[in-house]
């Protein structure tokens, strides 16, 4: 069992970390972004969608399956370790929310958006996007660490 949980904790750290990671550099894009006029926002939101939804998907599906599993395992023992994992799946959660809720559908209609001739609320639609996409970005850092604090931890003791 120790071996299952070993294997599940690292693959659950290693696509939570590539889709923190992930996230961070779409966040470090999006600020640069926010210097130019909505004709340059709107081609990069367009080059941005092609693949990142994606890689997005490709990272945070497997991160959360593999942080359900890892309180499935962990469960029992209740140490500190479960509870981090516990926290990492409940912020992993979180961002898949709020990109449901919030990010997916601002993508979407994105996608249809102008080059030439954006909406005229593009500013105040590229804020609303990009605030929850640092929302997203500190809880999936945040899990990322919890995960790794979590991995470094003792099982507790048989029969605790």
């Known amino acids: 069992m120790n ?16 889709f923190a990671g992930f996230l961070v550099g779409v966040l470090v894009l999006e600020l640069a972004l926010r210097g130019y006029d909505e004709h340059v926002y709107t081609q990069v939101r367009h080059v941005e969608l092609v693949r990142l939804d994606d890689l997005a998907s490709a990272t945070l599906v497997p991160a959360l399956l593999t942080a359900a599993l890892l309180v499935a395992l962990t469960a ?9 994992t516990t926290a990492a799946l409940a912020l992993l959660a979180t961002v898949f929310v709020i990109s ?13 958006w102008s080059v030439q001739a954006p ?32 991995a470094m931890t003792r099982p507790p003791a048989r029969g605790r």
């Not at 071996?3 to 590539?18: E, S, Y």
């Not at 449901?100 to 249809?112: E, S």
């Not at 909406?119 to 996007?129: K, Q």
Request: charge should be positive.
């Open 100 to 112: 449901l809720l919030v990010n997916l559908p601002i993508n979407g209609d994105q996608v249809g």
């Open 119 to 150: 909406p005229r609320d593009w500013a105040g639609i590229r804020d609303e996007w990009q605030i929850a996409h640092a929302a997203r970005t500190a809880a999936a850092v945040v899990a990322f660490g919890c995960l790794l604090a979590a």
């Open 3 to 18: 071996r299952v949980v070993g294997i599940a904790r690292f693959v659950c750290a290693l696509f939570t970390g590539t």
């Open 76 to 84: 029992r023992g209740r140490g500190r370790g479960f509870w981090l």
